[in-house]
């Protein structure tokens, strides 16, 4: 089984191998207009891929609850209501998967890191999401708050669904989607930064697509 | 040439020759494949299949090996999904001839050798039917008269997959019971089954406990979970109960 | 019903990919719970970013596996769900 390198295709390379299978296309698309919008290696699909490392979590409205705690000097809990009680906003924007599919111009609703984190009082560098099921992912305070980051409840004008990630996930939409925990019941400010599920497996700490920052030592 | 004493190594691709597609049902196509370096398998395992484009692009999936051991070709069933992105170009595009990349055999933990005995409980729904008919066919290559109950869950009876060879070994041996169920549309006069499957058609169909039968469940995964816990339910040991779910639509 | 949850021998193709042994047939003891049984038997999460095995009774992830399947080619392996292994020696 030997890899080698082809061609540049869009700043990243392609990697090609021996076998071909003839007059296979695959479902993508990569239409000209949008190609300064697609960070390198990226391809356009038209569906909502799904993939999950777990089972799908269904908490009961009832019993969810969201939560900024750790290093916090006053550490807070909302209720669902509560929750969607806060100001929420209609974003529109375009996401990328670590897998290389990208979805466009995608319409979410959700509220505001920065509207979680007002009043919080903390001098962590680093937060730590974590959700239903196990899921973490990790990213530094900066990469969360400043209008970059939400925590999601609708997409597409409808109640986000089980499957991606509803009730709420987190929305970090300028790093791969991976960040984006699914089921997303809160986060922990840390001190130090500490590697999520997939961070501590090979995927990027950082994980920018526009440097393309998939796995370690990228 | 031959490997030594099956010094162990890691799986790799392969490529194999389309030698033939058989259409079986509206849905679905046989692809005979040619695989030189195959190591053979045992009934109920599987193959990836990884299909390249011509910039890098690959996509990958699994199919079951319908074929016996005994077979020299490695037949995969293959279900068109319509919004699939493998199963068009395998059903649709395909050509004896093509070559098509794939490694296996893959899995030893849903899989049945004529040694291991029975009696066996095969429970399938559409697509599922491929691992245990290798099992079927393997146990007739074997020689072998295992009791054998097959119960296959299709939409209708133009949906049956292999349908008549089924009916002909059963036929031909009071060893092998081919039970259907017809869950969409029954042919008129049809005096079978009708509706999905569950734990009182398990309970009249099923070998009782006593007997310890080993059961292969495969489909759907609606149909694996709902059949896996009424057999479990019926006092099945869940350790001789073993299923492949192909995920929500089968596959 | 989970669509993306399959058998455990659905990971056996990744697993096959790093393993020289039949790993879907080995017996494993979760390190949460203490269930013991084949990996097959197990549940698993194969997508493209990465494989999960998990205990069938209490979810706790048995395996996980990352496959880079260019540049570096690597494979990222984790076990530390598993509190053993236990194998048929091959006859």
């Known amino acids: 089984m030997d890899a080698f390198p082809t061609e540049r295709d869009t700043g990243g390379i392609v990697m090609g191998r021996g076998f071909i299978s003839r007059g296979f296309r695959g479902r993508r698309r990569q239409p000209e207009a949008a190609s300064e919008r697609m960070p390198p290696g990226q391809y356009l699909v038209d569906g ?7 089972p799908t979590p269904r908490t009961p409205l009832s019993e969810w609850s969201f ?3 750790g290093e916090v000097d006053g550490p807070k809990t909302w209720s669902w209501e509560e929750f969607r009680a806060l100001p929420s906003e209609t974003i529109t924007r375009d996401i990328h998967c670590v897998t290389k599919w990208s979805k466009l111009d995608t319409i979410w609703e959700g509220v505001s890191v920065d509207t979680l984190l007002e009043g919080v009082e903390t001098a962590a560098g680093y937060v730590l999401a974590f959700s239903d099921g196990g899921y973490t992912t990790n990213l530094p305070l900066e990469e969360v708050t400043g209008g970059k980051a ?19 996930r987190l929305l970090v939409p300028h790093l791969y989607f991976w960040k984006s925990a699914k089921w997303v019941r809160g986060l922990k400010l840390m001190n130090g930064d500490e590697p999520g599920f997939w961070e501590s497996l090979g995927y990027h700490n950082h994980g920018d697509p526009w440097r393309e920052q998939r796995y370690w030592g990228d | ?20 597609t058989s259409p079986e049902t509206p849905r679905t196509k046989s692809l005979f494949l040619e695989v030189p370096s195959w190591r053979g398998h045992t009934a109920g395992q599987h193959v990836d299949v990884r299909l390249t484009a011509e910039d890098g692009y690959q996509a990958q999936r699994s199919y079951s090996i319908a074929s016996a051991p005994e077979n020299g070709r490695v037949e995969l069933l293959v279900e068109r999904l319509d919004d699939g992105e493998v199963s068009p170009y395998l059903t649709d595009e395909l050509q004896t001839g093509d070559g098509i990349e794939l490694r296996g055999p893959i899995g030893g933990w849903f899989a049945w050798d004529a040694a291991e005995g029975g009696p066996l409980l095969l429970v399938a729904g559409g697509s599922g039917i491929a691992p245990l008919t290798a099992m079927v066919r393997h146990r007739k290559a074997a020689g072998s008269d295992i009791p054998v109950r097959l119960l296959n869950s299709s939409r209708s009876y133009e949906e049956i997959i292999f349908r008549e060879e089924l009916e002909r070994l059963a036929a031909g041996d ?3 019971e081919v039970i259907h169920t017809l869950t969409r549309s029954r042919p008129d006069g049809w005096k079978g089954y009708g509706r999905r499957i569950d734990e009182e058609m398990l309970r009249e169909v099923a070998y009782p406990p006593e007997e310890r039968p080993l059961a292969f469940v495969c489909g759907p995964t609606p149909l ?3 059949v896996a816990t009424a057999l479990v339910g019926l006092g099945h040991d869940p350790a001789r109960v073993k299923t492949e779910r192909f995920g929500p639509t089968g596959g | 019903m989970d669509e993306q949850r399959l058998d455990g021998n659905a990971a056996a193709g990744v697993l096959a990919e790093i393993f020289t042994f039949e790993v879907t047939t080995a017996r494993a003891a979760c390190v949460r719970c203490g269930a013991t049984g084949e990996v097959g038997a197990q549940m698993a999460y194969v997508t493209e970013i990465g494989t999960v095995v998990r205990c069938s ?12 399947n260019e540049g570096p080619q690597r494979y990222w392996l984790d076990l530390r769900g598993i509190e053993y292994l236990q194998l048929q020696q091959r006859q």
């Open chain 1, 48 to 54: 909502f891929p799904v993939l999950s490392a777990g």
């Open chain 1, 67 to 69: 939560s900024i705690q």
């Open chain 1, 150 to 168: 939400w925590v999601a409840h609708t997409y597409e004008g409808e109640p986000l669904s089980p499957e991606h990630g509803g009730p709420a």
């Open chain 2, 1 to 20: 040439m031959t490997e030594v004493a099956a010094a162990p190594r890691r799986l790799a691709w392969q490529i194999g020759e389309v030698v033939e």
């Open chain 2, 174 to 176: 009071e060893t092998l």
């Open chain 2, 224 to 226: 694996v979970e709902t």
């Open chain 3, 57 to 68: 009774s209490c979810d706790n992830p048995l395996i996980r596996v990352v496959h880079q």
